[in-house]
């Protein structure tokens, strides 16, 4: 494990993250000139809450932005349509899973049933939906170029599929290693079947050449391809108590790749031939080599992460303090608050269909269970927590935000999509698999509760980041561009992942987010709360639309609930002094 790739990004990161509060005594001592002594005003004992500083009403803003060239926002919004039609990815999911959680465990059985498998009532059925993407699609995409890429999609490289698992909890543990493991393709094709088994089950003990032929027997109509294209690599025993199992693995030469191979490989469990595949082998030099590049291209990303991950943070710290000195708003914080954990509880009861499949048989299956619902709750609590407090002490009041005109917002929703849209086409590498909404309990639904939750969280994060631009923009003026530079371009680290750093994003990113910041700082930083909105539904709508009719509703009544969301959180919300404090400049 300490070899393994990507440790030492882990390492770095807890090392920087542990150094943070000593970076941050750091810096306040080189600013101060000297050590000094812990007032005893600011100990624990010395607090006290101080009463709300009133606010001046302040005059209702117009319909129509001041400070602004007449037709500005129009042609603002066409470029950002027009880049968020042109960037945004509109193509159909790869290999797409059509058939549904129902459909896949009931072709499960019928398998096992054609293999004379008859699983009593202790067996319990166990599946999930992954895309199966592993490193040696990168392999081929990188070596071999795209069009074989596509070409060996769902023959030697898996696409995505369901997983489902016959596995028991109850009774022997020993006994319980036995598992069946069925994947399902498409709309319903069985692709393979694995089978596990105890290490002290008994079973026959075959020779080599006997294991060797009733794989060839097994492969022949299988694989589709002549005894002349297969050419034997291993034969490898496994040898158990009382039993030896074994492993034939030949080499595809029908098929030809700049680097690395094609095989075909059978395990024979006692005398029984099970898990028949193919795959690609992929040089161990290569794959240490992808390991450590993956690992520095994902640097980037993962620090730019962390520095919004700080932000927030930072953000909660003074929401805290704020909240203790009864300078919050309540009624947001509350409201947020519930919206965001109904929406991640109901999430996460969508998709729990999912979550008991890597259950461990040797453990028992009440303990995790509920080990699961119990992370699950606390992680909910904790997010929605956290993010309702620094909406309720960091979001200017909603008289702002309702007394801009619609084209107004919707023009600064549309740049910011076509924005989004653009750091994403920087980007495009490998081409993506996916399986949708297609292992949820309700897909429907997904969006229903996703796009409320993640407006609530965008708004938030993007409040803090406009809110220490206008204190750092008030104090040092000088300042202000280059911050607004920095999260742009920060914001384009963010898209590269590992393909490594889209500089051209970078660029972007730190070009276009000063202007934009700019016409939000003259127009008001409330007219974020319905631009993101918009931004919503249009990154929402070549996703929705790629997958059909299903999708697009559920986003429209997400898009929906997303608005009652708004109302509910901020329409009744009281002023909050130190929000009115905190944005007062932000025109």
């Known amino acids: 494990v300490a070899e393994s790739g990507g440790i030492w990004f882990d390492r770095t990161m807890v090392v920087a993250v542990g150094l943070v509060p000593l970076g941050i005594v750091l810096w306040r001592r080189v600013q101060a000139g000297a050590w000094s002594r812990f007032p005893e005003s600011l100990r624990n004992a010395g607090w006290s809450a101080t009463p709300p500083r009133p606010v001046a009403p302040r005059v209702a803003q117009s319909a129509q932005p001041t400070g602004l060239p007449a037709g500005l926002l129009p042609l603002m919004a066409l470029a950002g349509l027009a880049a968020w039609a042109a960037a945004s990815d509109w193509s159909p999911p790869i290999h797409p899973v059509t058939a549904t959680r129902t459909e896949a465990e009931a072709l499960a059985h019928e398998a096992l049933a054609e293999q004379g498998v008859s699983l009593g009532p202790e067996w319990k059925t166990l599946s999930s939906a992954t895309d199966g993407s592993d490193t040696e699609h990168r392999f081929i995409w990188e070596t071999a170029g795209d069009s074989t890429f596509h070409a060996l999609l769902g023959d030697a490289l898996p696409v995505p599929h369901w997983r489902v698992r016959f596995a028991r909890f109850e009774g022997d543990v020993a006994d319980r290693a036995e598992e069946?493991?069925?994947?399902?393709?498409?709309?319903?094709?069985?692709?393979?079947?694995?089978?596990?088994?105890?290490?002290?089950?008994?079973?026959?003990?075959?020779?080599?050449?006997?294991?060797?032929?009733?794989?060839?027997?097994?492969?022949?109509?299988?694989?589709?391809?002549?005894?002349?294209?297969?050419?034997?690599?291993?034969?490898?025993?496994?040898?158990?108590?009382?039993?030896?199992?074994?492993?034939?693995?030949?080499?595809?030469?029908?098929?030809?790749?700049?680097?690395?191979?094609?095989?075909?490989?059978?395990?024979?469990?006692?005398d029984e031939v099970t898990y028949r595949r193919r795959f690609v082998q992929v040089p161990e030099e290569w794959s240490r080599d992808w390991q450590r590049r993956s690992v520095y291209?994902?640097?980037?990303?993962?620090?730019?992460?962390?520095?919004?991950?700080?932000?927030?943070?930072?953000?909660?710290?003074?929401?805290?303090?704020?909240?203790?000195?009864?300078?919050?708003?309540?009624?947001?914080?509350?409201?947020?608050?519930?919206?965001?954990?109904?929406?991640?509880?109901?999430?996460?009861?969508?998709?729990?269909?999912?979550?008991?499949?890597?259950?461990?048989?040797?453990?028992?299956?009440?303990?995790?269970?509920?080990?699961?619902?119990?992370?699950?709750?606390?992680?909910?609590?904790?997010?929605?927590?956290?993010?309702?407090?620094?909406?309720?002490?960091?979001?200017?009041?909603?008289?702002?935000?309702?007394?801009?005109?619609?084209?107004?917002?919707?023009?600064?929703?549309?740049?910011?999509?076509?924005?989004?849209?653009?750091?994403?086409?920087?980007?495009?590498?490998?081409?993506?698999?996916?399986?949708?909404?297609?292992?949820?309990?309700?897909?429907?639904?997904?969006?229903?509760?996703?796009?409320?939750?993640?407006?609530?969280?965008?708004?938030?994060?993007?409040?803090?980041?406009?809110?220490?631009?206008?204190?750092?923009?008030?104090?040092?003026?000088?300042?202000?561009?280059?911050?607004?530079?920095?999260?742009?371009a920060v914001d384009g680290l963010m898209v590269g992942g590992a393909e490594g750093v889209a500089w051209p994003a970078v660029v972007v990113g730190a070009l276009v987010t000063p202007g934009l910041a700019w016409v939000i700082r003259r127009i008001g930083v409330g007219v974020l709360v319905p631009a993101l909105l918009v931004?919503?539904?249009?990154?929402?709508?070549?996703?929705?639309?790629?997958?059909?009719?299903?999708?697009?509703?559920?986003?429209?009544?997400?898009?929906?609930?997303?608005?009652?969301?708004?109302?509910?959180?901020?329409?009744?919300?009281?002023?909050?002094?130190?929000?009115?404090?905190?944005?007062?400049?932000?025109?």
């Not at 498409?186 to 089978?195: E, L, P």
């Not at 909240?323 to 309540?330: F, G, L, N, P, V």
């Not at 539904?537 to 608005?563: C, F, H, K, Y």
């Open 180 to 270: 069946w493991v069925v994947r399902i393709i498409g709309a319903g094709t069985v692709d393979r079947i694995r089978h596990t088994l105890p290490e002290g089950r008994p079973g026959t003990r075959l020779e080599e050449e006997e294991a060797r032929a009733r794989v060839d027997s097994a492969l022949g109509a299988w694989v589709g391809t002549s005894a002349g294209s297969l050419e034997l690599v291993s034969v490898e025993p496994d040898q158990h108590p009382e039993r030896t199992d074994w492993t034939v693995t030949y080499a595809d030469r029908s098929v030809s790749l700049p680097e690395g191979e094609i095989r075909v490989a059978a395990n024979v469990l006692g």
């Open 297 to 488: 291209a994902m640097l980037p990303a993962g620090a730019a992460g962390l520095s919004f991950g700080l932000l927030l943070l930072i953000a909660l710290g003074m929401g805290v303090v704020r909240t203790a000195r009864r300078q919050s708003d309540r009624h947001v914080t509350i409201t947020a608050g519930l919206i965001l954990l109904a929406g991640s509880l109901i999430g996460t009861y969508n998709g729990w269909a999912s979550t008991p499949f890597e259950y461990q048989t040797a453990r028992p299956w009440p303990l995790q269970f509920w080990s699961s619902v119990g992370w699950e709750v606390f992680g909910a609590l904790l997010g929605a927590g956290a993010l309702a407090m620094i909406l309720g002490t960091m979001l200017p009041r909603t008289e702002v935000s309702r007394r801009y005109a619609a084209t107004t917002w919707l023009g600064i929703g549309a740049l910011m999509a076509g924005l989004q849209a653009m750091l994403g086409w920087f980007s495009q590498g490998m081409p993506g698999l996916t399986v949708g909404a297609v292992g949820l309990r309700w897909p429907v639904l997904d969006q229903v509760t996703s796009v409320p939750s993640n407006l609530l969280g965008g708004i938030a994060l993007t409040t803090v980041v406009f809110s220490f631009g206008n204190r750092i923009g008030g104090r040092w003026p000088s300042l202000w561009l280059p911050w607004f530079m920095v999260v742009g």
């Open 535 to 587: 931004l919503a539904a249009l990154t929402g709508l070549p996703s929705a639309w790629n997958w059909g009719p299903d999708r697009l509703v559920g986003l429209g009544i997400g898009l929906v609930a997303a608005w009652f969301a708004l109302q509910i959180v901020w329409r009744y919300g009281m002023s909050s002094p130190a929000v009115e404090e905190a944005f007062l400049d932000s025109r």
